[in-house]
């Protein structure tokens, strides 16, 4: 799946980034995403979940589903904000991905950094998590033309 958003927009410390536009869907269902919200919800289904051993039990479910999660955007301190430190994390069931944090410190305020991530994340065998960018600044920022691309290596598919 690829979501992005042509529009500035301002986003409120701890909270998501909005996506706007579907650019590429994923039409297996491992990725679910309702339009005009940042919040993208991630399948654990892995091929293994059917198999049973013997034993009856799910012997299996350590697995996880692996996706990769590429993120791109443009961000800024509004008018009427503090030059200094600003930045921008995956966020899992609404706790930051350790590692994902984009940090850039702008000089004034609308003055552009472009950021990205490309982290692996891993969701465990029959589970959903949700999967969001927030903004991990201490104060509002802008941010423009956020993209994000969601791919399953584990299954070689782009959704």
Do not use: H
């Amino acid at each position: 799946m690829v979501a992005g958003n042509n529009i500035v927009q301002t986003v409120a410390s701890t909270l998501p980034v909005v996506f706007t536009d579907i650019l590429v869907p994923c039409d297996r269902g491992f990725v679910r995403f309702r339009e005009g919200t940042g919040n993208f919800t991630l399948s654990g289904w892995t091929p293994w979940e059917d198999m049973l051993y013997s034993c009856g039990c799910m012997c299996k479910a350590g697995n996880t589903a692996l996706y990769d999660v590429n993120v791109k955007a443009n961000i800024a301190i509004p008018t009427g904000g503090t030059a200094g430190e600003i930045s921008l994390s995956l966020s899992l069931d609404g706790t930051v991905v350790p590692l994902s944090e984009m940090v850039v410190t702008p000089a004034a305020v609308e003055q552009y950094f472009n950021v990205s991530v490309d982290m692996p994340i891993d969701i465990w065998n029959g589970c959903c998590q949700s999967l969001s960018l927030v903004n991990t600044s201490t104060q509002d920022i802008l941010v423009r033309s956020p993209l994000i691309a969601i791919t399953r290596p584990d299954l070689d598919v782009t959704y």
